[in-house]
T-cell receptor, first 116, second 112 residues
Framework: DGGITQSPKYLFRKEGQNVTLSCEQN?????MYWYRQDPGQGLRLIYY???????QKGDIAEGYSVSREKKESFPLTVTSAQKNPTAFYLC???????????????FGDGTRLSIL | QKEVEQNSGPLSVPEGAIASLNCTYS??????FFWYRQYSGKSPELIMS????GDKEDGRFTAQLNKASQYVSLLIRDSQPSDSATYLC????????????FGTGTRLLVSP
C-alpha cells in the first residue's frame, strides 16, 4: 500500500541527546514536511523540502535539523538545543501542483517524543 | 501573520443531526482550503479539499467556501458517534510554495 511511514511510534530522549525521527514515503511525492503538534495548538511547520538535496526552514526550525538525500526519505533530528522537545511529530508529503490546484498534504501516523 | 481561526468547542450534537464546523482566515490571497479529521492520539486525515466559492459535497460531508467573507465551513449530515473527533481547517496561499496554515481545530462530540 502507498503511504507514509514514520518510526518509531514512541521515542524517549535523555538530556543532551540528539534523536532522529524517520519518515519514508512511497507515494512518489516531491514535497515533504515536518510538523510539531502540542496539546491545544495547531500544527506548526518545522522544515520542508520540495526537491532532493534542498530543504527550507519553517516557522520553528531552531533546535532541529533535516536531510533530503533521497526522494522517499526525510529524517528529522531533534538536537539537544531543542529545550522543549516533548510533542507529537508529524511527517507529511504532497505532490507539487504543476499547472493544477495546490495538492493536499497527507500525513504519517506520527512519532511521540518525550524527555526522560 | 497569516491566521486561521476555529472555535475550539466542544461542539455537541445528537446522533443523526447536522454538525456545522466553521473556519475564518486572514489571508485574502488564500486559494486552497482543506478539512482534516483527527481522532485523539492519531494523525490528521484529509476529508475535503475545496478551491472555488460555493459548495462541494462528498458523501455526508459538504464543504462551503466564501472567499469574499474569508469563511470556510464543513457540514456533516447524519452525524454518527464515529464522527467524534477534532476537525482541523487548513488554508494555503498562492505563493507557489505549498505552506499550509492550520487552525487549532474544533472538537466535535456526537452523542448516541
Amino acid at each position: 500500500d502507498g503511504g507514509i511511514t514514520q518510526s518509531p511510534k514512541y521515542l524517549f530522549r535523555k538530556e543532551g541527546q540528539n534523536v532522529t525521527l524517520s519518515c519514508e514515503q512511497n507515494l512518489n511525492h516531491d514535497a515533504m514536511y515536518w510538523y510539531r503538534q502540542d496539546p491545544g495548538q495547531g500544527l506548526r511547520l518545522i522544515y520542508y523540502s520540495q526537491i532532493v538535496n534542498d530543504f527550507q526552514k519553517g516557522d520553528i526550525a531552531e533546535g532541529y535539523s533535516v536531510s533530503r538525500e533521497k526522494k522517499e526519505s526525510f529524517p528529522l533530528t531533534v538536537t539537544s538545543a531543542q529545550k522543549n522537545p516533548t510533542a507529537f511529530y508529524l511527517c507529511a508529503s504532497s505532490a507539487l501542483p504543476g499547472r493544477g490546484p495546490n495538492q493536499p498534504q497527507h500525513f504519517g501516523d506520527g512519532t511521540r517524543l518525550s524527555i526522560l | 501573520q497569516k491566521e486561521v481561526e476555529q472555535n475550539s468547542g466542544p461542539l455537541s450534537v445528537p446522533e443523526g443531526a447536522i454538525a456545522s464546523l466553521n473556519c475564518t482566515y486572514s489571508d485574502r490571497g488564500s486559494q486552497s482550503f482543506f478539512w482534516y479529521r483527527q481522532y485523539s492520539g492519531k494523525s490528521p486525515e484529509l476529508i475535503m479539499s475545496i478551491y472555488s466559492n460555493g459548495d462541494k459535497e462528498d458523501g455526508r460531508f459538504t464543504a462551503q467556501l466564501n472567499k469574499a467573507s474569508q469563511y470556510v465551513s464543513l457540514l456533516i449530515r447524519d452525524s454518527q458517534p464515529s464522527d467524534s473527533a477534532t476537525y482541523l481547517c487548513a488554508v494555503m496561499g498562492d505563493t507557489g510554495f505549498q505552506k499550509l496554515v492550520f487552525g487549532t481545530g474544533t472538537r466535535l462530540l456526537v452523542s448516541p
